[in-house]
């Protein structure tokens, strides 16, 4: 089995993930470090420099290459992955995956990530709550009909990893 998590930056996916695979013994892979790890770069820095068309051709090249060459893996997308070619096809025709939503508000969005934006560089130039919101709203609005196809959706609001973690174990078993 692969279990794959989907949602918006600061839902928890590499959190939960980690914990995810340390349960069932799995190996957990981020996609986004393992694009940095074979690309020699940031995503930033891949954005940057040879661009988001670039970036998305490889997103969709190496979430076919984990998809098709592992098993028993925990695989935490990028918050766009879903939203981009037919990178949420692959999860979703795919009988070997379960995939969740790990569904986040607004509210706790700009929680977690407002202290934490100057690593956010796609954030990082948004200074008051308002921006923040605005952002979150526009991209929640943009993903969600996306990340709602998952064969499950999870609430992470004001919930500790343990009770995540626990809800998706027991809707696995």
Known sequence: MIIVLMGYMGSGKST???ELASVFGYEFIDLDDFIISNEGMSVNKIFD???EIYFRKKEAQYLKEILEERTKIVL???GGTPCYGKNLDLVLNNKNIESFYLK?????LL???KPEKNNRPIISHLD???ELIEFFGKHLFER???YSKSDYAVSTDNRSTSAIVEEIVLKLI
Not at 104 to 108: A, D, G, K, Q
């Open 16 to 18: 939960i993930g980690r």
């Open 49 to 51: 420099s040879k661009g």
């Open 76 to 78: 935490s997308l990028g």
């Open 104 to 108: 986040t508000t607004i509210p706790e």
């Open 111 to 113: 929680k977690r990530l």
């Open 128 to 130: 008051k709550d308002e």
């Open 144 to 146: 969600s009909p996306f």
